[in-house]
């Protein structure tokens, strides 16, 4: 199942600000150029963000960067064609370069701009910080003129240095990450990504940071919370999780090609991960846009 191509109409203006009242939300798997910013005011249903899939209700946000595949189902009470029921939602659509060439290196916005590398992933905004967007969001959804910019600027740094937001998609979804710094860790990030599919040491991670083996375990899992181990299996199982969706190869395939040995390890690990096998992740997606 590969996600559409989805176009985003801003009117005459920079960027786009909507408030959607609908029966029920079925969006294809889809995608755009576009960062999306979403408040689900009032429904219920399940949402998809890169690999992964849960369930959301009244009072959500959620911040998608570029080009991230995603899709929103109501539950199936909503296509019951119930008079009292429906969605609300306030949405906002914007690209990373409307403000113009060079804005976001500006060295005050480096905060909103690795926020919005780590919405590559997709982010769950919460706590305070959720409560004060929703209400901006609430209080601008009409707003005009130059306000409208600094608006949208004002709750991108609120969000930025609150860091009340969780990831969504694994790292192995979606392979960016800023690797404009020197930080070991970046270098690692570069190694992994670009080597996961084969067979990987602890010695040739460390070579590559330019640490001994035991030096790079200890900075690695000071940095992480988690081993290196634990990191390739998440990069290489987000990976399958994305060709899964795709839909264009066989389990066995996807296997090697994310680097495992054999089909029965591929199968333990991934279910030890996600708490489902392999096909049973595939069928998810596949019931879901049956049901479109």
Not at 10 to 20: A, Y
Not at 49 to 74: A, C, K, Q, T, Y
Not at 184 to 211: C, G, R, V, W
């Amino acid at each position: 199942m590969k996600p559409i191509l989805r176009k985003v109409d801003s009117g005459n203006n920079s960027f786009s600000i909507r408030e959607d009242i609908y029966p029920f939300l079925y969006n294809h798997w889809h995608y755009h150029p576009e960062i999306e910013l979403t408040y689900i005011r009032k429904g219920t249903g399940v949402r998809l963000v890169g690999d992964s899939m849960s369930p959301f209700e009244d009072g959500d946000l959620i911040l998608l960067g570029s080009n991230l595949p995603h899709m929103w189902r109501s539950d199936s009470i909503y296509f019951k064609n119930i008079p009292t029921l429906n969605i609300e939602a306030i949405a906002i659509h914007f690209k990373e370069d409307f403000w113009g060439a060079g804005f976001m290196q500006l060295p005050e916005l480096r905060l909103i701009r690795e926020m919005l590398d780590l919405a590559k992933r997709g982010l769950q905004i919460n706590g305070k910080t959720r409560d004060y967007v929703i209400k901006a969001m609430e209080d601008n959804l009409h707003i005009t003129g130059p306000k409208r910019i600094e608006f949208l600027l004002g709750i991108l740094d609120i969000v930025s240095r609150s860091g009340e937001y969780n990831l969504l998609a694994t790292p192995g979804f979606n392979k960016t990450y800023d690797l404009t710094t020197t930080d070991k860790i970046n270098l690692i990030y570069t190694y992994t990504f670009n080597n996961f599919k084969n067979n990987i040491s602890i010695k040739a991670a460390a070579e590559a940071a330019s640490l001994s083996p035991n030096s790079f375990c200890r900075y690695f899992k000071t940095r992480t919370l988690k081993t290196y181990w634990q990191f390739l299996l998440e990069i290489r199982i987000g990976y399958a999780c994305k060709l899964l969706i795709e839909n264009q190869k066989s389990v066995s395939q996807i296997c090697y090609e994310c680097g495992f040995n054999n089909l029965s390890n591929f199968n333990r690990q991934f279910k030890s991960l996600l708490k489902i096998t392999p096909l049973q992740y595939a069928k998810s997606y596949t019931v879901h846009v049956m049901h479109l």
